[in-house]
C-alpha cells in the first residue's frame, strides 16, 4: 500500500530547519505513515549533517526535474532547489540570502500541492527578519500561504492534546487588533475552526471565545466595547447556527484546566493570548495549521531557533507532529 506524499519544506537555512528535517528522515514512525520530501537544498543538508555526525544519504531530486523524477523513488527524498550560497551560509545569521532560499522552498512546496503532485505540505520554521531583508514583505507563513493560493477565507489554528486555539488577528501589531476585529471576521474565524476540530477530533466540539479586554471588558468598563460591539453578537450568530459555543471570557482564566479539558478550540482576538498557553503548555508538541486553504498546511510551533542551530540539540517533536497530522489531514 502506498504512503502519501508529503512535502517538508526545509525552512531557513540558517535556523534549525535543516537538522530537524534530517531527523525526520530517519524516523520510523514518520516514514510508515508517509513518504517525506525535504524541499531545501542538498548541499545545506549534508553540511548540516555533516557538523552532526548523522545521515543524509538520501536520494536528490533537482527541482527542474520535479516531480517526473519523483516517480522512481519510494522512499525519503530531497528536493534541490539550490537556493542558499552555501559558502556564505552561516548557522544561526539572519540573511537576506536565506530569507530569499526559505521563500523558494515554500511557495514550491505550495505549488506542488495545488499542482496535487504532494498530498500535503510540512513547513520548517522561517525567519521573518531574513524575508524581509530580501524584499519578502509578507508578515510570516500564513499571509504567503493565504497569497499564494488566492485565498480570503482563512485563519491559523493551533492544536495540540492539551489546548487548542484558532486567532482572529495573528502577525499584528497590539494597538492595531480593535481595529481588524468586526462580527463577519469572528464569525467566519468560529465556523473555520469548528469545521476543522470536527474534522480533527471528530463530534461536535465546543468553542470557547476569549474576550479582547481585561475581564472581558466589564460590561463595557475597560477597553472601547469591543465585546458589546463585535465578539457578543459575533458569539450570538454561532449559537443560531447551531455551534454549542461559550464566551467572551476573560484571557485569564479562559484556559484553567478543568475549562481546557471540555473546549475544543479558543477563539482567541490576538497572537499571544493564544500562543502563551500553548507554548506553555505544549511547546514541543503544538502544531500551525493554516484552516480555509484549498491544500493541507501544518507547520511546527516554533521558530528558527538561530542560538541552537546547526548544534544537534533541537527537538524534532513538533515537526513530527506536524508531518503526522498534515499525514491524518489528507486522508480524510
Not at 504512503?3 to 535543516?18: E, Q, R
Not at 493560493?149 to 499584528?172: G, I, P
Amino acid at each position: 500500500m502506498s504512503v502519501p506524499k508529503i512535502a517538508v519544506t526545509m525552512g531557513d537555512p540558517a535556523g534549525v530547519g535543516p537538522e530537524i528535517c534530517l531527523r525526520i528522515l530517519e524516523n520510523p514512525t514518520i516514514l510508515e505513515i508517509c513518504q517525506p520530501l525535504i524541499f531545501g537544498d542538498s548541499t545545506v543538508l549534508a553540511k548540516c549533517a555533516a557538523l552532526l555526525t548523522t545521515n543524509c544519504s538520501y536520494p536528490s531530486i533537482e527541482s527542474c526535474d520535479w516531480p517526473e523524477a519523483s516517480t522512481q523513488i519510494q522512499g525519503p527524498a530531497i528536493v534541490n532547489f539550490q537556493a542558499a550560497d552555501i559558502e556564505r551560509l552561516r548557522p544561526g545569521v539572519i540573511s537576506a540570502d536565506t530569507g530569499k532560499a526559505a521563500y523558494t522552498y515554500l511557495t514550491a512546496a505550495i505549488d506542488a500541492a495545488l499542482a496535487g503532485h504532494v498530498a500535503a505540505i510540512t513547513t520548517a520554521p522561517i525567519n521573518k527578519e531574513a524575508l524581509h531583508a530580501a524584499g519578502i514583505n509578507f508578515p510570516g507563513h500564513t499571509e504567503i500561504l493565504a497569497d499564494r493560493t488566492k485565498t480570503d477565507r482563512y485563519c491559523m489554528l493551533q492544536f495540540s492534546d492539551e489546548v487548542t486555539a484558532s486567532f482572529v488577528t495573528t502577525h499584528v501589531g497590539y494597538r492595531e487588533v480593535p481595529d481588524l476585529l468586526s462580527i463577519e471576521r469572528i464569525v467566519e474565524v468560529i465556523q473555520i475552526s469548528y469545521e476543522a476540530v470536527r474534522r480533527i477530533r471528530g463530534g461536535d466540539p465546543k468553542i470557547v471565545v476569549c474576550g479582547l479586554n481585561p475581564h472581558a471588558g466589564e460590561n463595557g468598563l475597560f477597553g472601547d466595547g469591543e465585546e458589546e460591539r463585535f465578539i457578543k453578537p459575533a458569539i450570538e450568530q454561532a449559537r443560531k447556527q447551531g455551534i454549542v459555543i461559550d464566551g467572551p471570557l476573560p484571557p485569564d482564566t479562559a484556559f484553567l484546566p478543568n475549562r481546557r479539558i471540555e473546549t475544543g478550540c479558543f477563539v482567541c482576538m490576538y497572537h499571544d493570548q493564544g500562543h502563551i498557553p500553548l507554548k506553555a503548555l505544549a511547546f514541543d508538541t503544538a502544531v500551525n495549521v493554516t484552516l480555509g486553504l484549498p491544500i493541507v498546511r501544518t507547520s511546527v510551533d516554533h521558530g528558527t531557533a538561530n542560538d541552537i542551530a546547526w548544534k544537534g540539540i533541537a527537538n524534532p517533536s513538533s515537526l513530527v507532529q506536524a508531518i503526522t497530522l498534515a499525514t491524518r489531514l489528507a486522508a480524510k
